[in-house]
Nanobody
């Protein structure tokens, strides 16, 4: 049974930092691409970052490139999202999700490509 537990959200001032964690259990973590997604009130869920299990590459949305860094520790079954230089527009509920990946050449990026989701953690950035 795939389980994903996101944590680390909170209230931070603009320009500040937070680190989110996603702890996984119940599946072969090293075989799954893990993504971070967010959903702001009244908006659709969008991709933030993802990290491939097959080739280790990372992919970031343009809105967070250069500010957010995704990483994974397979020994701890954990993926992190380091968020720096936070902006009010980063305010959202952040979710982690997992997708089984075998291809070296393609990494799932969009929310619909991820079948397994954790509960969200709320991030609020004040101006």
């Amino acid at each position: 049974d795939v389980q994903l537990q996101a944590s680390g959200g909170g209230l931070v001032q603009a320009g500040g930092s937070l680190r989110l964690s996603c702890v996984a259990s119940g599946f072969a973590f090293e075989d799954y691409t893990i993504g971070w997604f967010r959903q702001a009130p009244g908006k659709e869920r969008e991709t933030v970052s993802c990290i491939s299990s097959a080739n280790g590459k990372t992919y970031d949305a343009a809105s967070v490139k250069g500010r957010f860094t995704i990483s994974r520790d397979n020994a701890k079954n954990t993926v992190y999202l380091q968020m720096n230089s936070l902006k009010p527009e980063d305010t959202a509920v952040y979710y982690c999700a997992a997708a089984y990946t075998t291809s070296y050449y393609y990494t799932p990026f969009y929310p619909y490509e991820y079948p397994s989701w954790g509960q969200g953690t709320e991030v609020t950035v004040s101006s």
